[in-house]
């Protein structure tokens, strides 16, 4: 799985604050407790304090220590039974005091062995959601709330089928895609007319993939092909978001997701970087989801030959049609 470095710093950032934060709450907690019922500050100096003093004491003197250790953990234990007493007694939570990590799976570090916690994750996915939302609706345009009431039943002559039905169909097949999301998914190409939902499919998807934990970016064809430009041919903004760090986010991310593939100027520089992306990912084994107002055979001709063979040969097709839903909401 890919991660996105500047969401996982933002996710880091706020995992350890949220840490610091639950400490300093807990300690005043305790502090205050502490002062309520002075014998549990008696028992915090014991615990620390004696505990191993007669221990140390055999193993200086060279006598079998076993006895002190196992008189040690009787009294550490009666101690720590008195003390959940005295917390429950208190109104307090009867493991307060004990220093036991929130997650013990990482023990509060935000990683394992095996990578980045599923706690830690969390962070990661609440991030992205915020980045993603700042694109696309995600509060209100999700699987559940996909009408289809707004896509006509008659069949179109030459096609056969009614946009409803069409529709149903994409909208299974999506639906499906983004619930078994992985490196193996393949690709998908939104060609049709303007508002038909091609937009609101693709904030579903996002939805989903990103909530299982995958790196999910969504960008319009025209602010992708921008931020290249920026990179290649030096900074207008030095202050705005690296460009650098962009254009990784386009290429290494899990799912890519270009909107409105056509709406930019198509230059020989936003031809050559198209191939990049959808070249680059391919190669790499990571799903791309492109939406155009372009039919197939015009990506062939606007962009290149070679392009169109890739979605061709390695994305699958889906065709949307039907009368303009944004007038009529
Ligand atoms: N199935 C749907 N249910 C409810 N609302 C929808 C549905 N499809 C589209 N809409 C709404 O219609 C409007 C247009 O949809 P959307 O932006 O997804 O169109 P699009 O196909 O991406 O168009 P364009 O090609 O112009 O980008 C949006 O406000 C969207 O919320
Ligand atoms: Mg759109
Ligand atoms: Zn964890």
Redesign the pocket.
């Given at each position: 799985m890919a991660y996105d470095s500047r969401i996982m710093r933002a996710a880091l950032e706020q995992y350890q604050a949220d840490l610091t934060a639950r400490k300093a709450e807990r300690q005043r907690r305790i502090d205050a407790l502490c002062q309520q019922v002075p014998r549990l500050a008696e028992i915090q100096r014991e615990l620390r304090g004696t505990a191993g003093r007669a221990v140390a004491a055999a193993f200086r003197k060279g006598v079998d220590p076993v006895p002190a250790i196992q008189a040690l953990s009787r009294q550490n234990l009666a101690l720590q039974r008195e003390r959940a007493e005295l917390l429950v007694e208190a109104g307090a939570p009867y493991d307060l005091m004990n220093s036991e990590p929130a997650c013990p799976s990482c023990r509060d570090t935000g990683f394992t062995q095996e990578g980045p916690c599923a706690c830690l994750m969390a962070y990661y996915t609440k991030e992205q959601n915020r980045e993603l939302s700042k694109m696309l609706d995600l509060g209100s345009q999700s699987f559940d709330t996909f009408q289809f009431s707004y896509y006509d039943d008659a069949p179109w002559r030459e096609l056969g089928i009614s946009p409803r039905q069409a529709m149903e169909k994409i909208y299974d097949e999506c639906r499906d895609y983004a619930m078994e999301f992985g490196p193996h998914s393949g690709n998908l190409l939104f060609s049709g007319a303007?508002g038909l939902g091609?937009?609101f499919l693709?904030a579903c998807i996002a939805r989903e993939v990103s909530g299982a934990g995958f790196s999910v970016v969504y960008d319009t064809a025209g602010h992708i092909f921008a931020q290249f430009e920026r990179e290649k041919f030096g900074r207008e903004a030095p202050y705005e978001e690296d460009a650098g760090t962009e254009v990784n986010r386009y290429l290494n991310c899990d799912l890519l997701i270009l909107?409105?593939l056509g709406s930019e100027m198509t230059t020989i520089f936003v031809q050559s970087v198209l191939y990049q992306i959808v070249n680059g990912r391919l190669l790499a084994g990571r799903q791309t989801i492109i939406?155009t107002n372009l039919r197939p055979q015009e990506i062939g001709e606007r962009y290149s030959p070679a392009i169109l063979s890739r979605i061709q040969g390695s994305y699958q097709i889906k065709v949307f049609f039907g009368r303009d839903i944004r007038g009529r909401r």
């Open positions: 303007p091609k937009t693709s909107d409105d939406s």
